[in-house]
């Protein structure tokens, strides 16, 4: 039994981020102790008590190495120009080529298909077992100093190598940006080698049906794949910040990623969503939208919300945004209504902002747009309000 293990934070930021990289109370080797008295060292049971990992995404940053662009193709013409023949004469008529012999064709061989291989079939070995015991993980920026997302009490046992086997994992909490989204989450487990995966199952987060499913190959930088999705289903009600309600006639949403879990310049993932007839009910009133959506991709460490909106007849909200594992960012929102409902809006969401408003006209139609744009980094970034308006500096 080995006791209190730490890993510390890197030096650059162990003054913002007090807790350590990893954390273990104690881990226990069990060995096999039949094959340890033949003088061969197996593990049978690995058990891990209280280990917990604060992961800084700026370290995430420090990983991720760029991928060196390939060099440029050579372009082969399809029809090379021929070159040009030699002069001739004008008065001697140039001759004619003779033709060409008779080629007799003779018909292909029959394609040998090999026998298949006969794969040695690997002798039965006992399986190993890692035991966690009430296990937690979090994802933070440091300089920011707040949680991107954290899975706290996770407790159960993991099959790894050996023989088949099958388990589960029961997960007490898992929150994103300080908001709970699942409790006791039991996942299935099954193991048979390279692969250790989770079945598709089904769980309810806030009250709405949700498959997951998960694979993970015990190769080289460990391949990982997560699935997620959520069918097609009536939102009745979602709770959401500054005391505003949610529901739709039909929600719609699926997620995916893909990657070598030990390599973050691999990571790849994608997030899609769709709304319909979407009801906001705010302190004072409610705002519906005839559909909405959004599309977020993940690539080399850059996660890009390509494109969101909420569309109606009398009101609509635009925008994007991308942001960097180092922390930078740059994101747009658009508002469109009618003059006066989109000045409403643009008060109503910055209310302590001396000045006016700048509006931007929309041609063709009765309609205004109000577009906030923000960039810089987590830290520190500049916001403008309208076009060519106010520019002021926002702090966490």
């Known amino acids: 039994t080995v006791h209190s293990i730490l890993v510390l934070q890197p030096d650059a930021l162990r003054a ?8 273990i109370q104690t881990i226990r080797f069990t060995p096999e102790w039949r094959a340890a008295f033949h003088g061969k060292l197996e ?3 690995l058990e891990i008590d209280s280990p917990r990992m604060v992961l800084p995404i700026e370290l995430i940053a420090h990983l991720i190495r760029q991928v060196p662009a390939p060099p440029p193709a050579v372009v082969v013409a399809a029809n090379p120009t021929p070159a040009p023949a030699a002069t001739q004469s004008p008065a001697i008529p140039p001759t004619s080529p003779a033709p060409a012999p008779p080629v007799a064709v003779v018909p292909p061989a029959p394609i040998q298909v090999p026998p298949a291989p006969v794969l040695p079939k690997i002798p039965p070995q006992p399986t190993l077992w890692v035991e966690l015991k009430n296990a937690s993980f979090a994802l933070v920026s440091a300089k920011a100093g707040q949680a991107f997302t954290e899975t706290t009490d996770v407790t159960g046992s993991i099959p790894l190598f050996g023989d088949p086997a099958k388990s589960s994992l029961e997960i007490g909490s898992i929150s994103a940006a300080g908001e709970p989204l699942i409790s006791q989450l039991k996942l299935p487990l099954q193991w048979d080698f390279p692969m250790l995966s989770i079945p598709p199952f089904e769980t309810e987060i806030h009250g709405q049906k949700c498959l997951f499913s998960a694979k993970l190959a015990y190769f080289a930088q460990l391949p990982l794949q997560l699935e997620a ?13 500054f005391s505003i309600k949610a ?15 030990l390599s973050p310049n691999t990571w790849e993932g994608e997030l899609r969503t769709e709304l319909t007839e979407a009801t906001f ?18 690539r080399g460490g850059t996660l890009s919300c390509v494109n969101a909106q909420l569309v109606s007849d009398e009101l609509s909200l635009l925008g994007n945004g991308t942001l960097c594992a180092d922390g930078r960012l740059a994101a747009a929102v658009r508002v469109v209504s009618s003059p006066d409902t989109t000045r409403s ?11 006016p408003r700048p509006l931007t006209e929309l041609s063709g139609s009765q309609r205004a747009a109000f577009d906030v744009e923000a960039a810089g980094t987590l830290n520190q970034a500049i916001i403008q309000l309208g076009k060519n308006g106010l520019i002021f500096e926002i702090k966490p």
Request: hydrophobic share 45%.
């Open 247 to 261: 529901s739709a006639q039909s929600i719609a949403a699926s997620a995916r990623f893909r990657g070598l879990l």
């Open 43 to 45: 593990i049978h049971r």
């Open 345 to 355: 809006i643009a008060e109503r969401i910055f209310p302590l902002v001396p000045g």
């Open 281 to 298: 009910q705010l302190p004072d009133h409610a705002v519906t939208f005839d559909r909405g959506g959004s599309v977020t991709l993940l």
């Open 16 to 23: 913002q981020l007090k807790e350590p990289l990893v954390a």
């Open 229 to 241: 999705q959520v069918p097609a289903q009536v939102l009745s009600s979602l709770s959401l910040p």
